[in-house]
C-alpha cells in the first residue's frame, strides 16, 4: 500500500512540476476602440396597397424609390394577403410579410437594387441609392 502512496505522490509532484514550472500571469493589451457606428440616412417606406398581385409594376407604391446611402426603406404591407421584398440578386429575402406587418432593410452602399415579391412574381420594383 505505501509504493502505491508512493507513486500516486511522485506522480502528482512530477505533474506539479512540469505544469506550475512556466506559469506567468496573463498579460493585457487594450481593448480596441471601438469604429465609429456608420451613419445612417433617413427613412423611407413602400407600401404594397390590396390586390397588390394584380398591380404588376405598380404593387409597391412607390416601385421606384431613391434614397441616399445609409437609408432604411421599410415596407409595409397593407394588403389583405401576404407578400414578400425578395431582392432579385439575393441581398435581402423578408420571407412572408403578413398583412398589416412590415419589413425593413438598411442600404449602406450606392447601387440599383431590383426586386420582386416571391409569392407574386409579377409585383416587381427597384430602390435606387445615391
Given at each position: ?18 505544469c ?42 412607390p ?68
Amino acid at each position: 500500500m505505501s509504493s502505491i502512496r508512493l507513486a500516486f505522490g511522485s506522480a502528482i509532484l512530477m505533474f506539479a512540476t512540469a505544469c506550475g514550472g512556466g506559469y506567468s500571469s496573463p498579460t493585457t493589451s487594450p481593448s480596441p476602440t471601438p469604429s465609429p457606428a456608420p451613419t445612417t440616412g433617413a427613412s423611407s417606406s413602400v407600401t404594397i396597397p390590396v390586390g397588390a398581385e394584380s398591380l404588376g409594376n405598380r404593387a409597391y407604391t412607390p416601385d421606384d424609390i431613391n434614397v441616399a446611402v445609409g437609408a432604411t426603406v421599410t415596407w409595409m404591407n397593407t394588403d389583405s394577403v401576404s407578400h414578400t421584398s425578395t431582392s432579385d440578386a439575393t441581398e435581402w429575402d423578408s420571407g412572408i410579410v403578413a398583412p398589416g406587418r412590415q419589413f425593413s432593410v438598411a442600404f449602406p452602399t450606392a447601387g440599383t437594387f431590383k426586386y420582386h415579391c416571391a409569392i407574386h412574381p409579377g409585383m416587381v420594383g427597384t430602390v435606387v441609392v445615391q
